[in-house]
């Protein structure tokens, strides 16, 4: 638990759930669910992974922001931008699944999306997560392990992909970690380091 600012009363950690435009997006919902019964959960798709979501599958506590949301969300100067809003209100940002695509994004400080916008302004004082998801052929890539590279020297987290049988038929590393690993990864980092990242949340 963190403190909340002001006073010592104990809150949720607040954690931003993102998914990417990979088939492991079928297992957001169970991410959500997982996380939800241990912290306040927000949650950000691409338009990429909503043809593997299923909006009817996640909590009903946990708002989903899209591309969509983060334009109807502004008019005019002085309104809120959804972007900046979710990076001050999160404690964490995990990405799961991070797609090649998204990971490409990243590494070169690309933003054209919600999500990438988030990673853009994150507060690197803050923890983030990456659970990559993608095709062996595409995991092996010469550019992925530059990405791979590229993100780490900011302080990002892998959570790195399994060997398994691929949605595609293939076998090979690049299956998306479990969500109870993920889980398990994030609350295990959060309750041993809890007390270092309260001081850098904004209410």
């Known amino acids: 638990m963190l403190a909340s600012q002001g006073n010592n009363i104990p809150r949720k950690p607040r954690v931003l759930l993102a998914a990417s435009g990979s088939v492991a997006a079928i ?12 912290a ?9 992974s909503m043809h593997f979501i299923d909006k009817a ?5 946990v708002p989903l922001y899209t591309d969509e949301e983060e334009w109807s969300s502004w008019s005019k100067i ?3 931008v959804l972007h900046i809003e979710l990076r001050r209100w999160a404690d964490v940002l995990i990405i799961a699944p991070l797609s090649a695509n998204t990971l490409g994004k990243i590494a070169g400080g690309l933003c054209d999306n919600l999500l990438t916008c988030i990673v853009r302004a994150w507060d690197y004082s803050k923890p983030l997560f990456v659970a990559p998801a993608m095709n062996t052929f595409m995991w092996t890539n010469p550019f992925t392990e530059r990405h791979l590279m590229s993100i780490d020297e ?3 987290s892998l959570i790195p992909p399994v060997t398994k049988r691929l ?5 090979g590393n690049g299956a998306m970690a479990e969500p109870s690993l993920i889980y398990s990864t994030v609350r295990i980092f959060f309750e041993s380091r809890g007390q270092q990242v309260a001081g850098s949340n904004n209410s």
């Open 78 to 80: 002085g309104d809120n």
């Open 27 to 38: 297992k957001f919902g169970n991410l959500c669910h997982s996380f939800s019964e241990w």
């Open 40 to 48: 306040e959960v927000k949650a950000v798709a691409t338009q990429a």
């Open 167 to 171: 949605a595609c038929g293939d076998y």
């Open 57 to 61: 599958a996640l909590p009903k506590d």
């Open 154 to 156: 900011l302080g990002i």
